[in-house]
């Protein structure tokens, strides 16, 4: 069977299609730039064939169109037909507290995400939602997946979801922490438990996904438990652009004192903090070649991300009583040694230690703890798109042998 998976974002699109007799990638590309004169179309298939170009794509339909073209296209496709394509599994931003596990997408879930979840995430839903529809317009005959980047977290309880504010906000708005990656940290507690050969639900970990957006998941008996972003993926570590936890009262005082409306102070949040708020840089390459240079600022910069990294993860340790493996992933999680190394050496009271040998390493997923460690650490590239395309099998298997 082969899935297609697409990934909507609020200006690109990313795609895989695989074969999932063996989970190979047949395809993959990304299309990046829509809505501008000079979209940039990236597409490469299983025999390497690849083409670059630039084209003017004003809307996501317009990208799933092209994406779809590109796939049964003579000379750089690898299907003859759509109808090849046994379902399509979609990344969506944000389940709510409605969609706690992946779904076969009907007219009621899609007016669901469009009317209640749209305002959620109102940056990526429209894509994500955008993209949905497009398929089922091109491939009416076939099921479209829906995989949430929240229902890895429907899991958490209570006490650590709910936010200390009257309780009637979360009983009239459902304002709670939900949480994002979920189908990274989903990935990476799967890789983890089959490194380390024993059965996901007898282990916990946290799993750290530090990329351009960055959180932590604890994860105990194979479930989520707690987890760094919140209501928006704003909320927890310090990233690229987005300034992670704040006094909420700071806020009311910056915008009292700087005469600046809501609206900017949540572009000021997303865009201009984190990383860039403090050293003028969002991208820790840039970071860390400040910091090579002895530059103050992205010294600092640096010194506050791990820091807050560190917290969390002793946080986690404290809220599961206990942690068997830690593990890295995404951009910086993946690239950056000397990042891993300095937030294990300060974790050496809970019995971490890595070896500075293995943390060097470069491959998809190696383990960089020293024999006496008491914790497992690894490296583990993520890897969400399998995630998405193994939950659309099972979901479209379903319907296949209920209609058989
Ligand atoms: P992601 O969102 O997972 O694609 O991660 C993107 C981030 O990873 C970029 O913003 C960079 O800060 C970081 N990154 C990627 N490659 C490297 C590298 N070789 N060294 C340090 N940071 C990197």
Known sequence: MKILVLNCGSSSLKYKLYDMEDESVLADGKIERIGHENAQITHQSLDHSQIDKTTPIFEHTVAVVECLNLLVDPEYGVISDLNEITGVGHRVLHGGEYFKKSVLVTDSDLAYMDNKLKELGPLHMPANIMGIKACQDIMPQTPQVAVFDTAFHSTMPKRAYLYAIPYVLYERHRVRKYGFHGTSHKYIAGRVADLIGEDVTKLKIISCHLGNGASLAAIEGGISVDTSMGFTPLEGLMMGTRSGDIDPAALYYIMKKENIPMANINTMLNKHSGLYGIAG????????????????????????????????IGSYIAAMNGVDAIAFTAGIGENTPRLREIICDNLSFFGISIDKQLNQQRKKEFEISAPDSRVKVYVISTDEEVIIARDTLQLVANVHSQSN
Request: avoid cysteine.
């Open 281 to 312: 840089v969002g991208d820790m390459r840039d970071v860390q070649k400040g910091v090579n240079e002895k530059k103050p600022m992205h010294t600092l910069a640096y010194e506050m991300y791990e820091y807050r990294i560190r917290k969390f």
